[in-house]
T-cell receptor, first 115, second 115 residues
Framework: DAGVIQSPRHEVTEMGQEVTLRCKPI?????LFWYRQTMMRGLELLIY????????DSGMPEDRFSAKMPNASFSTLKIQPSEPRDSAVYFC?????????????FGEGSRLTVL | AQKITQTQPGMFVQEKEAVTLDCTYD???????LFWYKQPSSGEMIFLIY??????QNATEGRYSLNFQKARKSANLVISASQLGDSAMYFC????????????FGKGTTLSVSS
């Protein structure tokens, strides 16, 4: 079975440009999560969805960040305009259930560099 | 206050030795789950082991075991018979509550296994 698929794997852009990261969760998984990983802050939850509906977006840093999940098989994380401090690895993860025991399956991450 | 604390930024071990990676957590919720993930240098996040707060026995998965001490709020990962391929970053994570939330991650511990 295919795992969580993220694209692009690497993105280099200039400050002020729009960045769109994409994620395809594992088929049948009800939950989708976006995390950001930096050296300074570690792994931070940005937002998560249940059945395509955003449940908790309290981790989204500011209005420049937005996330959508138009259907069960696709989600986007958009940064507009991008800034150098947004440079990080962005992970998408999905889960079949989010009782206490539901493990998260992670994509390979999108490494974003904003110059 | 940090929910998950990993106090060892780096650990060094020789092949075939056992190693313990420390994790303490903070929650007032009686229902929670504890997870360990491995992140090799290639960047992907690999689920290793899970322990539920109501589980009576310590979780084990192959060479991985979780030393769960509820009263101390610790969930240390024990890797037996270390292998060179175990060199990676290891993250402890927690999910609180029956309703389910996202995983909260610690800052991680880098494990280096030498021959």
């Amino acid at each position: 079975d295919a795992g969580v698929i993220q694209s692009p794997r690497h993105e280099v852009t200039e400050m002020g440009q729009e960045v769109t990261l994409r994620c395809k969760p594992i088929s049948g998984h009800d939950y989708l999560f976006w995390y950001r990983q930096t050296m300074m802050r570690g792994l931070e939850l940005l937002i998560y969805f249940n059945n395509n509906v955003p449940i908790d977006d309290s981790g989204m840093p500011e209005d420049r960040f937005s996330a959508k999940m138009p259907n069960a098989s696709f989600s986007t994380l958009k940064i507009q305009p991008s800034e150098p401090r947004d440079s990080a690895v962005y992970f998408c993860a999905s889960s079949l259930k989010v009782g206490v025991a539901g493990e998260l399956f992670f994509g390979e991450g999108s490494r974003l560099t904003v110059l | 206050a940090q929910k998950i604390t990993q106090t060892q930024p780096g650990m060094f071990v020789q092949e075939k030795e056992a190693v313990t990676l420390d994790c303490t957590y903070d929650t007032s919720d009686p229902s929670y789950g504890l997870f360990w993930y491995k992140q090799p240098s290639s960047g992907e996040m690999i689920f290793l082991i899970y322990q539920g707060s109501y589980d009576q026995q310590n979780a084990t998965e192959g060479r991985y075991s979780l030393n769960f001490q509820k009263a101390r709020k610790s969930a240390n990962l024990v890797i037996s018979a270390s292998q060179l391929g175990d060199s990676a970053m290891y993250f402890c994570a927690m999910r609180e509550g029956q309703a389910g939330t996202a995983l909260i991650f610690g800052k991680g511990t880098t494990l280096s296994v030498s021959s």
